[in-house]
Structure formats: C-alpha cells, structure tokens
C-alpha cells in the first residue's frame, strides 16, 4: 500500500506560479507511473500530467502544456508539479496518483491522495 500526500496548494492570482508536491509514503521503484490529475466543480477529473518513473518520460495536457512542470525526486520519494502563468480555469482540486502496472495512459490508477486546492483569481 501506497499512501500520497499533496501540498502546496492555495490561492494566487492569474499569471501567478504555485508548486505542488507529493509525497508518496515509500519509494516509488514499484509504481510505474505518477501523475497529476484535476477536478473542478461539475466538471469531470481530468489528467495534468504524468510521468514515466522508470524513464522519466512526461505527458502534459494540451491545456497546460508549456506553462507546467511535472518533475519526480526518487531519492526523496517525492512527485512535484510547478505551474506557471496560472489562470482561472486552473481552478481545481489537484490529486497525486500513481499505479504500479499497466498503462500510465489508464485511469484507474492504484493509489490517491487526498487532494491540494488550488484557486486562482482573475
């Protein structure tokens, strides 16, 4: 069992940067992958990012492609996201995740946080 822990959330205005971290309660050489997924109010989770741990190949959404960052620290067993040029339709609750098989494509990922707000105004 995996437990993920997110922070680094909060409120910022837009055009704005905010860092969120992960930290995953063991080491992540048995997850395959690690992500970063989103929520806003009635709207569907989405996929932010993720990253391949093994290689450390990376996909973004086209939505924040370019002004986000997804980067891992294997030593400290730890996954961060940094965002930039924040906007509005940012606004979201962020979840870590991971999984331990298959495709990082997938949704069903095996482990969650608990999620990190982040709330950026216009």
């Known amino acids: 069992q995996v437990q993920l822990v997110e922070s680094g959330g909060g409120s910022v205005q837009a055009g704005g940067s905010l860092r969120l971290s992960c930290a995953a309660s063991r080491s992540s050489s048995r997850l395959i992958c690690m992500g970063w997924f989103r929520q806003a109010p009635g709207k569907e989770r989405e996929r932010v990012a993720h990253i391949y741990t093994f290689v450390g190949s990376t996909y973004y959404a086209d939505s924040v492609k370019g002004r986000f960052t997804i980067s891992q620290d294997k030593a400290k067993n730890t996954l961060d996201l940094q965002m930039n040029s924040l906007a509005p339709e940012d606004t979201a609750m962020y979840y870590c995740?991971?999984?331990?098989?298959?495709?990082?494509?997938?949704?069903?990922?095996?482990?969650w946080g608990q999620g990190t707000q982040v709330t950026v105004s216009s």
């Open positions: 995740a991971a999984r331990s098989g298959g495709n990082c494509f997938q949704s069903d990922y095996n482990y």
